[in-house]
């Protein structure tokens, strides 16, 4: 499943009729998995993707710190979409890198090359609920997942919070025991699978962070991706804000775009 990710975002088409007639006879559960089914679905064959974003963080007291990156997205439908996030802006932090390999079995891989020390530091498993380069997402929130990652429940059909649509609500848990979560909701648009919403609840089971999406762009005349997306701590008061300027799709990328040997380049 695609997350704005925080930076990665989100099928089969359905009616909210015929949808709501075919979650009637699953389980809670069952239910859960047919929506982030149709969620996982409906972004399948971009084949690949460049942003670039304006990053906004901002403090529990109002002040704001701006910062220029890119993100290169290689789908990989088997083991999740491999990414590469470099930052352009300030000086003091440009040619920082993360490079992300989803892995189908066992723990993502992820590096972060400092250039300021010329150095590639390998995050371990344990380290990924760690802030990303202070911003309120996580290294967590950099890898792309599979439906596999996590266990699914149904919860409720509710307003989006755009005000405008209906959104499924639904409850997914993370399976790797070093998931800086105990659960994350999420709210799906029924017509055209957006998220507008995810809860993310920290290992205690408190609400930690919230992350809300919007002026969703069509591309392509499949694809829709948030041009404003806020990841909030609601125990810090923090925030940070993605600003997303440009989005290109099929640049004709390989695996080779995606080598450790391009941090530092």
């Not at 075919?22 to 998995?33: I, N, V």
């Not at 590639?120 to 599979?146: C, L, V």
């Not at 059909?157 to 994350?184: F, L, T, W």
Request: charged share 25%; aromatic share 10%; net charge positive.
């Amino acid at each position: 499943m695609k997350y704005l990710n925080g930076f990665l975002i989100l099928s089969i088409s359905l009616t909210s009729c015929l949808a709501t007639q075919a979650y009637a006879t699953k389980s809670p559960s069952e239910q859960g998995f047919a929506v982030a089914s149709a969620l996982d679905a409906r972004d399948l064959g971009f084949q690949d993707s460049r942003s670039n974003i304006v990053m906004i963080l901002k403090d529990g007291m109002g002040s704001q710190t701006k910062r220029e990156l890119e993100v290169t997205i290689l789908e990989n439908h088997q083991e999740g979409d491999k990414s590469l996030i470099k930052f352009q802006f300030p000086i003091d932090i440009k040619g920082t890198a993360l490079l992300t390999h989803p892995q189908k079995v066992g723990t993502d891989e992820q590096w972060l090359y400092l250039p300021v020390v010329n150095r590639t530091k390998r995050i371990s498993s344990r380290n990924k609920s760690g802030a990303f380069m202070g911003s309120e997402f996580s290294f967590e929130d950099m890898t792309s997942k599979r439906l596999e990652d996590y266990t699914y429940n149904y919860v409720s059909e509710q307003a989006c919070n755009n005000g405008h649509a209906q959104c499924d609500v639904i409850e997914r848990s993370p399976i790797d025991k070093h998931s800086g979560y105990s659960k994350q909701r999420l709210w799906v648009d029924k017509k055209d699978k957006k998220v507008f919403k995810i809860e993310f609840y920290d290992r205690k089971k408190s609400l930690l962070k919230v992350m809300t999406a919007s002026q969703f762009k069509l591309y392509d005349n499949k694809y829709w991706r948030a041009a404003n997306v806020e990841m909030k701590n609601v125990q810090t008061n923090k925030a940070t804000t993605l600003l997303y300027n440009s989005i290109t799709f099929s640049l004709g990328l390989t695996g080779d775009d995606f080598h450790r040997s391009v941090l530092g380049e």
